[in-house]
Protein backbone atom coordinates (compact mmCIF):
# COMPACT_ATOMS: atom_id res chain seq x y z
CA UNK A 1 0.00 0.00 0.00
CA UNK A 2 1.31 3.73 0.17
CA UNK A 3 4.53 4.44 0.59
CA UNK A 4 6.20 7.48 2.89
CA UNK A 5 9.44 8.63 3.48
CA UNK A 6 10.46 12.48 4.70
CA UNK A 7 13.91 13.05 5.04
CA UNK A 8 15.73 15.96 6.69
CA UNK A 9 18.67 17.76 6.95
CA UNK A 10 21.20 16.51 3.54
CA UNK A 11 22.02 18.58 0.88
CA UNK A 12 20.25 15.79 -1.63
CA UNK A 13 17.28 15.13 0.67
CA UNK A 14 14.77 14.52 -2.77
CA UNK A 15 17.16 11.91 -4.33
CA UNK A 16 17.55 10.16 -0.81
CA UNK A 17 14.17 10.11 -0.85
CA UNK A 18 13.73 9.13 -4.41
CA UNK A 19 15.82 6.18 -3.57
CA UNK A 20 14.02 5.74 -0.02
CA UNK A 21 10.86 5.23 -2.73
CA UNK A 22 12.31 3.14 -5.10
CA UNK A 23 12.89 0.88 -1.72
CA UNK A 24 9.15 0.70 -1.33
CA UNK A 25 8.26 0.15 -4.41
CA UNK A 26 7.60 -3.80 -3.86
CA UNK A 27 4.70 -2.54 -1.67
CA UNK A 28 2.31 -1.80 -4.27
CA UNK A 29 1.68 1.77 -6.07
CA UNK A 30 -0.18 3.15 -8.74
CA UNK A 31 1.24 7.22 -8.53
CA UNK A 32 4.19 8.84 -6.68
CA UNK A 33 5.31 12.29 -5.71
CA UNK A 34 7.76 14.30 -3.64
CA UNK A 35 7.50 17.70 -2.31
CA UNK A 36 10.84 20.12 -1.68
CA UNK A 37 11.09 22.38 0.77
CA UNK A 38 13.84 25.14 0.92
CA UNK A 39 11.78 27.42 2.81
CA UNK A 40 10.76 29.89 0.09
CA UNK A 41 8.64 27.42 -1.62
CA UNK A 42 7.05 24.11 -1.29
CA UNK A 43 7.76 22.53 -4.71
CA UNK A 44 5.34 19.58 -5.55
CA UNK A 45 6.30 17.02 -8.45
CA UNK A 46 4.07 14.25 -8.90
CA UNK A 47 2.84 11.64 -11.53
CA UNK A 48 0.77 8.60 -12.43
CA UNK A 49 1.83 5.52 -13.18
CA UNK A 50 5.82 3.87 -12.22
CA UNK A 51 8.58 6.09 -10.63
CA UNK A 52 9.84 6.07 -13.59
CA UNK A 53 7.20 8.67 -14.70
CA UNK A 54 8.36 10.75 -11.80
CA UNK A 55 12.01 11.08 -11.78
CA UNK A 56 11.50 11.65 -15.66
CA UNK A 57 9.74 14.69 -14.62
CA UNK A 58 12.39 15.56 -11.91
CA UNK A 59 15.11 15.24 -14.41
CA UNK A 60 13.69 18.29 -16.46
CA UNK A 61 12.83 20.42 -13.03
CA UNK A 62 15.63 19.06 -10.76
CA UNK A 63 14.49 19.73 -6.95
CA UNK A 64 17.12 20.84 -4.45
CA UNK A 65 16.43 21.31 -0.97
CA UNK A 66 17.70 20.19 2.59
CA UNK A 67 14.27 18.49 3.57
CA UNK A 68 11.30 17.19 1.60
CA UNK A 69 8.65 13.97 1.66
CA UNK A 70 7.78 11.78 -0.41
CA UNK A 71 5.21 9.20 -1.50
CA UNK A 72 4.17 6.24 -3.51
CA UNK A 73 0.32 6.05 -3.41
CA UNK A 74 -2.59 2.81 -3.78
CA UNK A 75 -5.10 4.56 -4.80
CA UNK A 76 -8.26 4.21 -2.71
CA UNK A 77 -10.16 8.01 -3.06
CA UNK A 78 -9.78 8.66 -6.62
CA UNK A 79 -7.97 7.34 -9.73
CA UNK A 80 -4.82 6.83 -9.90
CA UNK A 81 -4.09 10.53 -11.83
CA UNK A 82 -1.39 12.97 -11.68
CA UNK A 83 -3.83 15.48 -10.12
CA UNK A 84 -4.72 12.35 -7.31
CA UNK A 85 -1.07 11.38 -6.79
CA UNK A 86 0.32 12.80 -3.02
CA UNK A 87 1.26 15.12 -1.68
CA UNK A 88 -1.13 17.47 -1.46
CA UNK A 89 -0.40 21.09 -0.99
CA UNK A 90 -3.29 23.43 0.97
CA UNK A 91 -4.19 26.33 -0.99
CA UNK A 92 -2.00 29.07 0.87
CA UNK A 93 0.85 27.07 -0.24
CA UNK A 94 1.95 26.23 3.38
CA UNK A 95 1.49 22.71 4.21
CA UNK A 96 2.30 19.56 2.18
CA UNK A 97 0.95 16.16 3.36
CA UNK A 98 1.51 12.72 2.71
CA UNK A 99 -0.57 9.87 3.86
CA UNK A 100 -1.47 6.13 4.15
CA UNK A 101 -4.60 4.66 4.91
CA UNK A 102 -8.14 6.11 5.18
CA UNK A 103 -9.84 9.01 6.37
CA UNK A 104 -13.33 7.74 6.78
CA UNK A 105 -14.89 10.98 7.72
CA UNK A 106 -12.97 13.13 5.02
CA UNK A 107 -16.13 14.40 3.91
CA UNK A 108 -17.61 15.65 6.48
CA UNK A 109 -14.22 17.39 7.47
CA UNK A 110 -14.60 18.63 3.81
CA UNK A 111 -18.08 20.15 4.43
CA UNK A 112 -16.87 21.53 7.76
CA UNK A 113 -14.36 23.34 5.36
CA UNK A 114 -17.02 25.14 3.73
CA UNK A 115 -16.44 26.77 0.33
CA UNK A 116 -13.01 25.93 -0.54
CA UNK A 117 -11.50 24.16 -3.70
CA UNK A 118 -9.97 20.77 -3.12
CA UNK A 119 -7.64 20.04 -5.69
CA UNK A 120 -7.91 16.41 -5.45
CA UNK A 121 -10.38 13.84 -5.25
CA UNK A 122 -8.96 12.06 -2.20
CA UNK A 123 -9.84 11.79 1.18
CA UNK A 124 -6.58 12.88 2.48
CA UNK A 125 -5.85 16.28 0.61
CA UNK A 126 -8.39 17.94 3.97
CA UNK A 127 -6.08 17.14 6.15
CA UNK A 128 -3.34 19.75 4.71
CA UNK A 129 -6.15 22.07 4.88
CA UNK A 130 -6.88 21.37 8.05
CA UNK A 131 -3.49 21.76 8.99
CA UNK A 132 -3.17 25.14 7.09
CA UNK A 133 -6.11 26.49 8.64
CA UNK A 134 -4.39 25.84 12.13
CA UNK A 135 -1.31 27.86 11.49
CA UNK A 136 -3.58 30.67 10.09
CA UNK A 137 -5.23 31.21 13.76
CA UNK A 138 -1.60 30.89 15.31
CA UNK A 139 0.28 33.39 16.74
CA UNK A 140 3.17 31.94 16.28
CA UNK A 141 2.78 29.28 14.04
CA UNK A 142 3.58 25.82 14.64
CA UNK A 143 3.04 23.19 12.26
CA UNK A 144 3.59 20.06 15.11
CA UNK A 145 0.94 21.68 17.35
CA UNK A 146 -1.59 22.10 14.01
CA UNK A 147 -1.08 18.74 13.77
CA UNK A 148 -1.58 17.71 17.07
CA UNK A 149 -4.93 20.06 17.15
CA UNK A 150 -6.16 18.76 14.06
CA UNK A 151 -5.72 14.89 15.09
CA UNK A 152 -8.41 14.46 17.40
CA UNK A 153 -11.13 15.08 14.11
CA UNK A 154 -9.62 12.85 12.19
CA UNK A 155 -11.89 9.16 12.02
CA UNK A 156 -9.83 5.90 10.54
CA UNK A 157 -6.29 4.42 9.92
CA UNK A 158 -3.32 7.03 9.34
CA UNK A 159 0.47 7.55 9.25
CA UNK A 160 0.85 10.81 8.06
CA UNK A 161 3.85 12.84 7.27
CA UNK A 162 3.80 17.14 7.08
CA UNK A 163 6.52 19.44 6.25
CA UNK A 164 5.47 23.69 6.50
CA UNK A 165 7.35 26.53 5.19
CA UNK A 166 7.22 27.96 8.66
CA UNK A 167 10.24 25.40 9.34
CA UNK A 168 11.46 23.70 6.39
CA UNK A 169 13.68 21.61 8.25
CA UNK A 170 10.73 19.99 10.43
CA UNK A 171 9.32 17.05 9.60
CA UNK A 172 5.72 16.14 11.29
CA UNK A 173 4.48 12.72 11.66
CA UNK A 174 1.58 11.29 13.20
CA UNK A 175 0.75 7.80 13.33
CA UNK A 176 -2.52 5.78 14.20
CA UNK A 177 -3.55 2.29 12.73
CA UNK A 178 -0.85 2.30 10.29
CA UNK A 179 2.90 1.79 10.55
CA UNK A 180 5.36 4.48 10.64
CA UNK A 181 9.07 4.24 11.99
CA UNK A 182 11.35 7.37 12.63
CA UNK A 183 15.35 7.25 12.17
CA UNK A 184 17.81 9.89 13.02
CA UNK A 185 21.67 9.38 12.02
CA UNK A 186 24.79 11.62 11.66
CA UNK A 187 22.95 14.58 12.02
CA UNK A 188 19.65 13.74 9.28
CA UNK A 189 16.02 13.07 10.16
CA UNK A 190 14.09 10.19 8.98
CA UNK A 191 10.76 8.57 8.69
CA UNK A 192 9.25 6.24 6.32
CA UNK A 193 6.27 3.44 6.33
CA UNK A 194 9.16 0.78 6.78
CA UNK A 195 12.43 -0.02 7.26
CA UNK A 196 13.38 -1.10 3.69
CA UNK A 197 13.05 2.91 2.91
CA UNK A 198 15.80 3.79 5.28
CA UNK A 199 18.24 1.09 5.78
CA UNK A 200 20.56 2.35 3.71
CA UNK A 201 20.79 5.10 5.75
CA UNK A 202 20.86 3.14 9.69
CA UNK A 203 19.51 0.18 11.34
CA UNK A 204 18.64 1.88 14.36
CA UNK A 205 14.63 2.98 14.23
CA UNK A 206 12.05 3.35 16.07
CA UNK A 207 8.18 2.38 15.40
CA UNK A 208 5.72 4.92 16.91
CA UNK A 209 3.14 3.68 18.67
CA UNK A 210 -0.75 5.03 17.88
CA UNK A 211 -1.67 7.96 19.00
CA UNK A 212 2.07 8.80 18.88
CA UNK A 213 3.20 12.21 16.83
CA UNK A 214 7.07 12.93 16.34
CA UNK A 215 8.68 16.10 15.55
CA UNK A 216 11.67 15.29 13.56
CA UNK A 217 14.54 17.51 12.69
CA UNK A 218 18.22 17.20 11.73
CA UNK A 219 19.20 17.89 15.29
CA UNK A 220 17.20 14.67 16.78
CA UNK A 221 13.64 13.42 17.20
CA UNK A 222 10.84 14.49 19.64
CA UNK A 223 7.81 12.03 20.22
CA UNK A 224 4.93 12.56 22.21
CA UNK A 225 1.35 11.61 22.81
CA UNK A 226 -1.88 12.90 21.38
CA UNK A 227 -1.74 15.29 23.98
CA UNK A 228 1.95 16.13 23.83
CA UNK A 229 3.47 14.66 26.98
CA UNK A 230 7.05 13.08 25.57
CA UNK A 231 6.04 9.41 24.86
CA UNK A 232 8.35 6.27 23.87
CA UNK A 233 8.11 4.88 20.58
CA UNK A 234 9.29 1.02 20.39
CA UNK A 235 13.13 1.33 19.67
CA UNK A 236 15.27 -1.37 17.86
CA UNK A 237 17.55 -2.34 15.28
CA UNK A 238 16.72 -3.83 11.96
CA UNK A 239 18.74 -7.42 11.97
CA UNK A 240 18.97 -7.54 8.45
CA UNK A 241 21.24 -5.68 5.82
CA UNK A 242 21.02 -3.81 2.41
CA UNK A 243 22.17 -6.67 0.73
CA UNK A 244 19.26 -8.64 1.71
CA UNK A 245 16.98 -5.95 0.37
CA UNK A 246 19.00 -6.24 -3.02
CA UNK A 247 18.11 -8.56 -5.59
CA UNK A 248 21.65 -10.26 -5.56
CA UNK A 249 21.62 -11.03 -9.50
CA UNK A 250 18.36 -12.56 -9.41
CA UNK A 251 15.85 -11.43 -12.47
CA UNK A 252 12.99 -10.84 -9.86
CA UNK A 253 12.96 -10.89 -6.07
CA UNK A 254 10.51 -13.52 -6.09
CA UNK A 255 12.66 -15.50 -7.89
CA UNK A 256 15.61 -14.73 -4.99
CA UNK A 257 12.99 -15.36 -2.29
CA UNK A 258 11.82 -18.89 -3.61
CA UNK A 259 15.73 -19.95 -3.95
CA UNK A 260 16.09 -18.28 -0.53
CA UNK A 261 13.64 -21.05 1.41
CA UNK A 262 16.13 -23.34 2.21
CA UNK A 263 18.07 -21.13 3.95
CA UNK A 264 14.73 -18.56 5.61
CA UNK A 265 13.44 -22.18 6.80
CA UNK A 266 17.04 -23.19 8.37
CA UNK A 267 16.79 -19.98 10.02
CA UNK A 268 13.22 -20.15 11.48
CA UNK A 269 14.34 -23.46 13.40
CA UNK A 270 17.10 -22.26 14.47
CA UNK A 271 17.80 -22.57 18.04
CA UNK A 272 14.15 -23.60 19.24
CA UNK A 273 14.69 -27.13 21.13
CA UNK A 274 17.31 -26.06 23.78
CA UNK A 275 17.66 -26.70 27.19
CA UNK A 276 17.20 -24.41 30.09
CA UNK A 277 19.63 -25.31 32.30
CA UNK A 278 21.96 -27.82 31.97
CA UNK A 279 20.74 -31.27 32.41
CA UNK A 280 17.49 -30.66 32.28
CA UNK A 281 15.35 -31.88 29.16
CA UNK A 282 15.24 -29.46 26.42
CA UNK A 283 12.26 -27.68 25.83
CA UNK A 284 10.85 -25.63 22.59
CA UNK A 285 10.53 -21.77 22.68
CA UNK A 286 9.06 -18.56 21.03
CA UNK A 287 11.14 -15.62 20.40
CA UNK A 288 8.75 -13.42 23.05
CA UNK A 289 5.95 -14.57 25.79
CA UNK A 290 4.12 -12.68 27.89
CA UNK A 291 1.46 -15.28 28.30
CA UNK A 292 1.88 -17.79 30.82
CA UNK A 293 2.02 -21.50 29.96
CA UNK A 294 -0.07 -22.88 32.85
CA UNK A 295 -2.75 -20.43 30.99
CA UNK A 296 -2.08 -21.94 27.67
CA UNK A 297 -1.83 -25.50 29.06
CA UNK A 298 -5.79 -24.05 29.77
CA UNK A 299 -6.61 -23.77 26.42
CA UNK A 300 -9.86 -25.60 24.95
CA UNK A 301 -9.47 -23.71 21.52
CA UNK A 302 -8.03 -21.82 18.78
CA UNK A 303 -8.59 -19.78 16.34
CA UNK A 304 -5.79 -19.07 13.54
CA UNK A 305 -6.51 -15.39 11.79
CA UNK A 306 -4.80 -14.61 8.57
CA UNK A 307 -5.20 -12.81 4.99
CA UNK A 308 -4.24 -14.32 1.45
CA UNK A 309 -1.22 -16.61 1.41
CA UNK A 310 -0.87 -16.38 5.18
CA UNK A 311 -4.53 -18.21 5.93
CA UNK A 312 -2.86 -21.15 3.56
CA UNK A 313 0.24 -21.66 6.19
CA UNK A 314 -2.45 -21.53 8.96
CA UNK A 315 -4.56 -24.39 7.26
CA UNK A 316 -1.32 -26.13 7.75
CA UNK A 317 -1.14 -25.36 11.57
CA UNK A 318 -4.78 -26.49 12.38
CA UNK A 319 -3.86 -29.81 10.89
CA UNK A 320 -0.60 -30.03 12.76
CA UNK A 321 -1.93 -28.53 16.74
CA UNK A 322 -5.02 -30.56 16.09
CA UNK A 323 -2.75 -33.81 15.30
CA UNK A 324 0.03 -33.05 18.15
CA UNK A 325 -1.62 -30.98 20.60
CA UNK A 326 -5.29 -32.13 20.83
CA UNK A 327 -7.05 -28.60 20.68
CA UNK A 328 -9.66 -28.00 18.45
CA UNK A 329 -8.81 -25.57 15.73
CA UNK A 330 -10.82 -22.90 13.18
CA UNK A 331 -8.90 -21.40 10.66
CA UNK A 332 -10.31 -17.94 9.58
CA UNK A 333 -9.95 -15.03 7.27
CA UNK A 334 -8.99 -12.19 9.48
CA UNK A 335 -11.54 -9.62 7.22
CA UNK A 336 -14.61 -11.59 8.70
CA UNK A 337 -13.95 -12.57 12.56
CA UNK A 338 -14.96 -9.45 14.10
CA UNK A 339 -18.48 -8.98 11.77
CA UNK A 340 -19.68 -11.85 13.10
CA UNK A 341 -20.29 -12.93 17.44
CA UNK A 342 -16.77 -15.28 17.51
CA UNK A 343 -17.25 -17.17 20.77
CA UNK A 344 -14.21 -16.22 22.33
CA UNK A 345 -12.93 -16.24 26.47
CA UNK A 346 -9.73 -16.23 27.79
CA UNK A 347 -9.47 -20.20 27.32
CA UNK A 348 -9.34 -19.36 23.47
CA UNK A 349 -5.91 -18.88 22.02
CA UNK A 350 -5.98 -16.59 18.84
CA UNK A 351 -2.94 -17.33 16.40
CA UNK A 352 -2.24 -14.10 13.88
CA UNK A 353 -0.17 -14.66 11.23
CA UNK A 354 1.20 -12.51 9.17
CA UNK A 355 4.52 -11.94 7.00
CA UNK A 356 4.22 -8.08 7.39
CA UNK A 357 2.78 -7.82 11.14
CA UNK A 358 0.92 -5.05 9.49
CA UNK A 359 -2.08 -6.28 7.84
CA UNK A 360 -4.68 -3.79 8.84
CA UNK A 361 -7.29 -6.78 8.70
CA UNK A 362 -5.26 -9.66 10.80
CA UNK A 363 -4.32 -6.31 13.62
CA UNK A 364 -7.73 -5.49 14.25
CA UNK A 365 -9.18 -9.10 13.93
CA UNK A 366 -6.50 -10.23 16.59
CA UNK A 367 -7.28 -7.22 18.89
CA UNK A 368 -10.93 -7.85 18.68
CA UNK A 369 -10.01 -11.15 19.97
CA UNK A 370 -7.74 -9.64 23.03
CA UNK A 371 -10.85 -6.93 23.87
CA UNK A 372 -12.40 -10.08 25.11
CA UNK A 373 -9.35 -11.60 26.80
CA UNK A 374 -7.90 -13.87 24.68
CA UNK A 375 -4.28 -14.34 24.50
CA UNK A 376 -2.78 -13.84 20.98
CA UNK A 377 0.19 -15.59 20.05
CA UNK A 378 1.76 -14.35 16.35
CA UNK A 379 3.82 -15.74 13.86
CA UNK A 380 5.36 -12.50 12.08
CA UNK A 381 8.53 -12.40 9.79
CA UNK A 382 8.90 -8.28 10.77
CA UNK A 383 10.63 -7.65 13.44
CA UNK A 384 8.85 -5.19 15.80
CA UNK A 385 5.78 -4.96 13.54
CA UNK A 386 2.52 -3.54 14.81
CA UNK A 387 1.46 -7.12 14.96
CA UNK A 388 4.31 -8.40 17.14
CA UNK A 389 4.42 -5.82 19.39
CA UNK A 390 0.86 -6.10 20.58
CA UNK A 391 0.77 -9.80 20.57
CA UNK A 392 1.07 -11.42 23.71
CA UNK A 393 3.69 -13.90 22.28
CA UNK A 394 5.31 -14.07 18.81
CA UNK A 395 7.24 -17.01 16.96
CA UNK A 396 9.21 -14.80 14.45
CA UNK A 397 9.74 -16.40 11.10
CA UNK A 398 13.07 -15.13 10.56
CA UNK A 399 12.42 -15.40 6.74
CA UNK A 400 14.71 -11.94 6.02
CA UNK A 401 13.14 -8.87 3.99
CA UNK A 402 10.28 -10.03 1.34
CA UNK A 403 10.07 -8.10 -1.37
CA UNK A 404 7.76 -9.57 -4.15
CA UNK A 405 4.38 -8.67 -3.61
CA UNK A 406 3.91 -12.82 -4.37
CA UNK A 407 4.76 -14.41 -0.64
CA UNK A 408 6.67 -17.07 -1.04
CA UNK A 409 9.66 -17.78 1.87
CA UNK A 410 7.39 -15.79 4.63
CA UNK A 411 4.64 -18.70 3.32
CA UNK A 412 6.47 -21.94 3.85
CA UNK A 413 8.57 -20.54 6.90
CA UNK A 414 4.87 -19.43 8.37
CA UNK A 415 4.62 -23.36 7.75
CA UNK A 416 7.79 -24.35 9.72
CA UNK A 417 6.17 -21.38 12.87
CA UNK A 418 2.56 -23.35 12.97
CA UNK A 419 4.38 -26.35 13.40
CA UNK A 420 6.75 -24.98 15.78
CA UNK A 421 3.80 -23.88 17.97
CA UNK A 422 1.74 -26.81 17.67
CA UNK A 423 4.87 -29.14 18.84
CA UNK A 424 4.69 -26.45 21.92
CA UNK A 425 1.00 -26.44 22.59
CA UNK A 426 1.56 -30.31 22.93
CA UNK A 427 4.72 -29.94 25.01
CA UNK A 428 2.98 -27.10 27.71
CA UNK A 429 -0.62 -29.46 27.58
CA UNK A 430 1.86 -32.65 28.46
CA UNK A 431 0.77 -34.27 25.68
CA UNK A 432 4.07 -35.40 24.05
CA UNK A 433 7.20 -37.26 25.39
CA UNK A 434 10.66 -34.89 25.39
CA UNK A 435 11.97 -37.86 23.06
CA UNK A 436 9.16 -37.48 20.91
CA UNK A 437 9.45 -33.88 20.52
CA UNK A 438 13.24 -34.10 19.83
CA UNK A 439 12.16 -36.70 17.00
CA UNK A 440 10.28 -34.36 15.24
CA UNK A 441 12.71 -31.14 15.33
CA UNK A 442 14.93 -33.76 14.05
CA UNK A 443 12.81 -34.52 11.76
CA UNK A 444 12.12 -31.13 10.53
CA UNK A 445 15.72 -30.32 10.40
CA UNK A 446 16.02 -32.25 7.46
CA UNK A 447 13.79 -29.87 5.01
CA UNK A 448 16.26 -27.52 4.22
CA UNK A 449 18.01 -30.36 2.66
CA UNK A 450 15.02 -31.64 0.99
CA UNK A 451 13.83 -27.94 -0.07
CA UNK A 452 17.75 -27.95 -2.38
CA UNK A 453 16.63 -31.47 -3.92
CA UNK A 454 13.44 -29.48 -5.05
CA UNK A 455 14.68 -26.35 -6.19
CA UNK A 456 17.00 -28.66 -8.68
CA UNK A 457 13.74 -29.39 -10.85
CA UNK A 458 13.48 -25.65 -11.77
CA UNK A 459 14.57 -26.45 -15.45
CA UNK A 460 12.02 -28.95 -15.62
CA UNK A 461 8.93 -27.16 -14.11
CA UNK A 462 9.83 -24.16 -16.81
CA UNK A 463 9.31 -26.65 -19.57
CA UNK A 464 6.11 -27.51 -17.98
CA UNK A 465 5.48 -23.39 -17.69
CA UNK A 466 6.24 -22.92 -21.00
CA UNK A 467 3.80 -26.10 -22.10
CA UNK A 468 1.03 -24.43 -19.49
CA UNK A 469 1.43 -20.51 -20.04
CA UNK A 470 -1.49 -20.06 -22.24
CA UNK A 471 -3.79 -22.24 -19.84
CA UNK A 472 -6.86 -19.98 -19.15
CA UNK A 473 -8.58 -21.72 -16.47
CA UNK A 474 -6.17 -24.12 -14.35
CA UNK A 475 -7.91 -26.25 -11.33
CA UNK A 476 -5.94 -27.32 -8.16
CA UNK A 477 -6.67 -30.20 -6.28
CA UNK A 478 -5.83 -32.05 -2.86
CA UNK A 479 -6.60 -33.42 0.49
CA UNK A 480 -5.18 -33.35 3.85
CA UNK A 481 -2.33 -31.11 4.18
CA UNK A 482 -1.99 -31.07 0.12
CA UNK A 483 -5.37 -28.51 0.50
CA UNK A 484 -3.54 -25.55 1.60
CA UNK A 485 -1.23 -26.16 -1.26
CA UNK A 486 -3.37 -26.36 -3.92
CA UNK A 487 -5.41 -22.89 -2.33
CA UNK A 488 -1.76 -21.90 -2.47
CA UNK A 489 -1.08 -22.69 -6.10
CA UNK A 490 -4.15 -21.32 -7.21
CA UNK A 491 -3.69 -17.65 -5.55
CA UNK A 492 0.22 -17.42 -6.94
CA UNK A 493 -0.81 -18.28 -10.37
CA UNK A 494 -3.67 -15.39 -10.04
CA UNK A 495 -1.84 -13.37 -8.60
CA UNK A 496 1.16 -12.76 -10.70
CA UNK A 497 0.12 -14.49 -14.30
CA UNK A 498 -3.38 -12.81 -13.96
CA UNK A 499 -4.27 -16.35 -14.99
CA UNK A 500 -8.20 -17.93 -13.51
CA UNK A 501 -7.04 -20.68 -11.15
CA UNK A 502 -9.02 -21.66 -8.34
CA UNK A 503 -8.77 -24.94 -6.04
CA UNK A 504 -10.87 -27.63 -4.17
CA UNK A 505 -10.55 -29.70 -2.08
CA UNK A 506 -10.60 -32.96 -4.09
CA UNK A 507 -13.32 -34.95 -2.46
CA UNK A 508 -15.84 -31.93 -3.36
CA UNK A 509 -15.11 -32.62 -7.25
CA UNK A 510 -18.24 -35.18 -7.36
CA UNK A 511 -20.29 -32.51 -5.47
CA UNK A 512 -19.70 -29.77 -7.99
CA UNK A 513 -16.56 -28.52 -9.89
CA UNK A 514 -16.32 -31.71 -12.50
CA UNK A 515 -19.01 -30.51 -13.89
CA UNK A 516 -16.29 -27.56 -14.92
CA UNK A 517 -13.81 -30.40 -16.69
CA UNK A 518 -14.15 -30.76 -20.08
CA UNK A 519 -10.97 -32.17 -22.69
CA UNK A 520 -8.11 -30.08 -22.63
CA UNK A 521 -9.02 -28.71 -18.88
CA UNK A 522 -5.85 -28.62 -16.67
CA UNK A 523 -5.86 -29.82 -13.35
CA UNK A 524 -3.24 -29.69 -10.92
CA UNK A 525 -3.27 -32.35 -7.88
CA UNK A 526 -1.12 -32.30 -4.71
CA UNK A 527 -0.33 -36.28 -4.31
CA UNK A 528 2.67 -36.78 -2.20
CA UNK A 529 2.78 -40.28 -0.60
CA UNK A 530 0.72 -40.30 2.52
CA UNK A 531 -2.34 -41.67 4.30
CA UNK A 532 -4.67 -40.06 1.47
CA UNK A 533 -2.53 -40.92 -1.42
CA UNK A 534 -4.83 -43.56 -2.60
CA UNK A 535 -8.01 -41.23 -2.48
CA UNK A 536 -5.76 -38.73 -4.62
CA UNK A 537 -5.38 -41.65 -7.31
CA UNK A 538 -9.13 -42.15 -7.33
CA UNK A 539 -9.83 -37.91 -7.83
CA UNK A 540 -7.10 -38.16 -10.73
CA UNK A 541 -9.16 -40.70 -12.26
CA UNK A 542 -12.14 -39.19 -12.30
CA UNK A 543 -10.86 -36.22 -13.83
CA UNK A 544 -8.77 -37.71 -16.44
CA UNK A 545 -11.51 -39.50 -17.49
CA UNK A 546 -13.59 -36.37 -18.64
CA UNK A 547 -10.76 -35.24 -20.53
CA UNK A 548 -8.52 -33.35 -18.22
CA UNK A 549 -4.66 -33.27 -18.52
CA UNK A 550 -3.18 -33.89 -15.36
CA UNK A 551 -0.05 -32.64 -14.07
CA UNK A 552 0.61 -34.41 -10.41
CA UNK A 553 3.06 -33.74 -7.72
CA UNK A 554 4.23 -36.86 -6.23
CA UNK A 555 6.76 -37.79 -3.95
CA UNK A 556 9.48 -40.41 -4.47
CA UNK A 557 7.28 -42.71 -2.69
CA UNK A 558 4.24 -42.18 -5.23
CA UNK A 559 5.37 -41.33 -8.35
CA UNK A 560 5.24 -44.64 -10.29
CA UNK A 561 1.56 -45.06 -9.64
CA UNK A 562 0.72 -41.44 -10.63
CA UNK A 563 2.47 -41.98 -13.76
CA UNK A 564 0.07 -44.57 -14.90
CA UNK A 565 -2.79 -41.49 -14.37
CA UNK A 566 -1.51 -38.24 -14.89
CA UNK A 567 0.02 -36.30 -17.98
CA UNK A 568 2.99 -35.32 -16.34
CA UNK A 569 4.52 -36.08 -12.46
CA UNK A 570 6.96 -33.85 -10.67
CA UNK A 571 9.08 -36.37 -7.95
CA UNK A 572 9.63 -34.19 -5.04
CA UNK A 573 11.67 -35.85 -2.16
CA UNK A 574 9.76 -37.60 0.58
CA UNK A 575 9.10 -35.23 3.17
CA UNK A 576 11.12 -35.82 6.70
CA UNK A 577 7.34 -35.64 8.14
CA UNK A 578 3.90 -36.24 6.80
CA UNK A 579 2.63 -31.95 8.05
CA UNK A 580 6.15 -30.84 6.50
CA UNK A 581 5.46 -32.19 2.79
CA UNK A 582 3.55 -28.46 2.15
CA UNK A 583 6.93 -26.90 2.23
CA UNK A 584 8.20 -28.96 0.08
CA UNK A 585 5.04 -29.39 -2.47
CA UNK A 586 4.65 -25.62 -2.48
CA UNK A 587 8.18 -24.85 -4.02
CA UNK A 588 7.39 -26.29 -7.43
CA UNK A 589 3.50 -24.30 -7.58
CA UNK A 590 5.54 -21.38 -6.95
CA UNK A 591 8.28 -21.67 -9.70
CA UNK A 592 5.29 -22.71 -11.96
CA UNK A 593 3.60 -19.62 -11.15
CA UNK A 594 7.04 -17.41 -11.77
CA UNK A 595 7.18 -18.91 -14.84
CA UNK A 596 4.02 -18.70 -16.49
CA UNK A 597 3.97 -14.86 -15.35
CA UNK A 598 7.59 -14.07 -16.69
CA UNK A 599 6.95 -16.14 -19.72
CA UNK A 600 3.64 -14.06 -20.38
CA UNK A 601 5.83 -10.87 -19.58
CA UNK A 602 3.88 -9.74 -16.50
CA UNK A 603 5.45 -7.33 -14.08
CA UNK A 604 5.88 -10.13 -11.36
CA UNK A 605 7.29 -8.68 -8.13
CA UNK A 606 4.58 -5.82 -8.70
CA UNK A 607 1.46 -7.51 -9.68
CA UNK A 608 -1.80 -5.31 -10.91
CA UNK A 609 -3.86 -3.76 -8.30
CA UNK A 610 -2.12 -5.67 -5.68
CA UNK A 611 0.34 -4.34 -2.50
CA UNK A 612 2.89 -5.97 -0.71
CA UNK A 613 1.37 -4.65 2.78
CA UNK A 614 -2.61 -4.21 3.29
CA UNK A 615 -2.61 -1.10 5.63
CA UNK A 616 -6.32 -0.60 4.46
CA UNK A 617 -9.43 -2.65 5.50
O1 LIG B 1 1.70 -9.52 5.50
P1 LIG B 1 0.61 -10.56 5.56
O2 LIG B 1 1.15 -11.94 5.67
O3 LIG B 1 -0.39 -10.28 6.63
O4 LIG B 1 -0.15 -10.45 4.18
C1 LIG B 1 -1.30 -11.20 3.96
C2 LIG B 1 -1.67 -11.23 2.49
O5 LIG B 1 -1.95 -9.92 2.04
C3 LIG B 1 -0.56 -11.82 1.62
O6 LIG B 1 -0.21 -13.10 2.05
C4 LIG B 1 -1.00 -11.87 0.16
O7 LIG B 1 -2.01 -12.81 -0.01
C5 LIG B 1 0.20 -12.18 -0.74
N1 LIG B 1 0.24 -11.25 -1.83
C6 LIG B 1 0.16 -13.51 -1.33
O8 LIG B 1 1.24 -13.77 -2.17
Not at 58 to 71: E, T
Not at 381 to 402: F, K, Q
Not at 578 to 583: K, S, W
Amino acid sequence: MCGIIGITGRDDAIDGIVAGLKRLEYRGYDSAGVVANDGRDLRVVKRAGKLEQLTGALAGQPLASRAGIGHTRWATHGAPTDRNAHPHVEPAGRVAVVHNGIIENYQSLKAGLGDVRFASDTDSEVVAHLVGRELETMDAPDLFDAVRRVLPQLRGAYSLCFTALDDPETIVVAKYEAPLIVAHADGVGYCASDVTALIAYTRDVAALRDGQVARISPDGIEVTDAEGALAEPHRYTVNWDLDAAEKQGYDHFMLKEIFEQPQAVLDTLLDRYTAPEPGSSPRLHLDELRIDELDLARIDKVFVLACGTSLHAGMVGKLAIEHWAGIPVDVEVASEFRYRDPIVDPHTLVIAISQSGETVDTIAAASHARDQRAPVLAICNVVGSTLAREADGVLYTHAGPEVAVASTKAFTTQIVGSLLIGLYLAQVRGRMYATETADIIARLQQIPTALERVLELDGEIRELAERYKDTDYTMFIGRHAGLPIAMEGALKLKEISYLHAEAFPAGEMKHGPIALIEPGSLVVALASAGHVFAKMVSNIQEVRARGASVLALGTDGSTAELKEHADHVLTLPEAPHELAGPVLSVVPLQLVSYHVATLRGEDVDQPRNLAKTVTVE
